[in-house]
């Protein structure tokens, strides 16, 4: 299996921040990398697929890229919805597998 | 929009199985893979499996083999998940998500709301 690594675990930062995340996959997984947005008892949802292509409706504050084994995701004018956690996961093979999250909380 | 709505939270005793539902709607279901992935407490999310609707299309991760079930009924757009000879371990939030193939890759774009499944005796 593909071992995905995220750093930070966690992090603090006040609205208007710049933050980033990085993820770190064990074996080359080209771009097949996405990142979801994930808030306490909601559904998680996609912000980032193809390592570095915004979903729609995501706001343009949102950036990601990497491709092989180094990944970011860049949130940048922090807004107070952006706190929660965020996954990064690689769907070059099976099994899925995803990163044990960052989650951001907004000071 | 696509939208998916699971099952309720349920406890089941350790060796039970529990079947979890997700009924889809927005779109049209038997075109779309659906995967399953759990979160336990305090854990990153694990994938499970997936399934293509109504075909004999899928995959799961190895520790699921021999007691994951996963099923699907196209004409009420709802898929199933069935894990059986349950234990403490897979106390879990479960979830349903669509599976979409993009130009570069895969993801999953849709989400059910998750399906609190707790084992305790």
């Known amino acids: 299996d593909i071992q995905m690594t995220q750093s930070p675990s966690s992090l603090s930062a006040s609205v208007g921040d710049s933050v980033n995340l990085t993820c770190r996959a064990g074996?080359?997984?080209?771009?097949?990398l996405n990142w979801y947005q994930h808030k306490p008892g909601k559904a998680p949802s996609l912000v980032i697929h193809?390592?570095?292509s915004l979903v729609r409706g995501v706001p343009l504050r949102f950036s990601a890229g990497g491709s092989g084994t180094d990944f970011a995701l860049t949130i940048t004018d922090l807004h107070p919805e952006d706190s929660g956690y965020y996954y990064c996961?690689?769907?070059?093979?099976?099994?899925?597998?995803f990163g044990q999250g960052t989650t951001v909380e907004i000071k | 929009q696509a939208q998916l709505v699971q099952s309720g939270a349920v406890v089941k005793k350790p060796g039970a199985s529990v079947k979890v539902s997700c009924k889809a709607s927005?779109?049209?279901?038997?075109?779309?893979?659906i995967n399953w992935v759990r979160q336990a407490p305090g854990q990153g999310p694990e994938w499970i499996g997936y399934?293509?609707?109504?075909?004999?299309?899928?995959d799961s991760a190895e520790k699921f083999q021999g007691r994951l079930t996963m099923t699907t009924n196209t004409s009420i757009s709802t898929a199933y998940m069935e894990l059986s000879r349950l234990t403490s371990d897979d106390t879990a939030v479960y979830y349903c998500?669509?599976?979409?193939?993009?130009?570069?890759?895969?993801?999953?774009?849709?989400w059910g709301q998750g399906s609190l499944v707790t084992v305790s005796s």
């Open positions: 927005g779109y049209i279901f038997s075109v779309y893979d």
């Open positions: 996961q690689q769907t070059h093979t099976y099994p899925r597998t």
């Open positions: 193809s390592a570095s």
């Open positions: 998500a669509r599976g979409v193939t993009g130009r570069e890759t895969y993801s999953f774009d849709s």
């Open positions: 074996e080359n997984v080209g771009t097949s």
């Open positions: 399934m293509f609707p109504d075909s004999d299309v899928f």
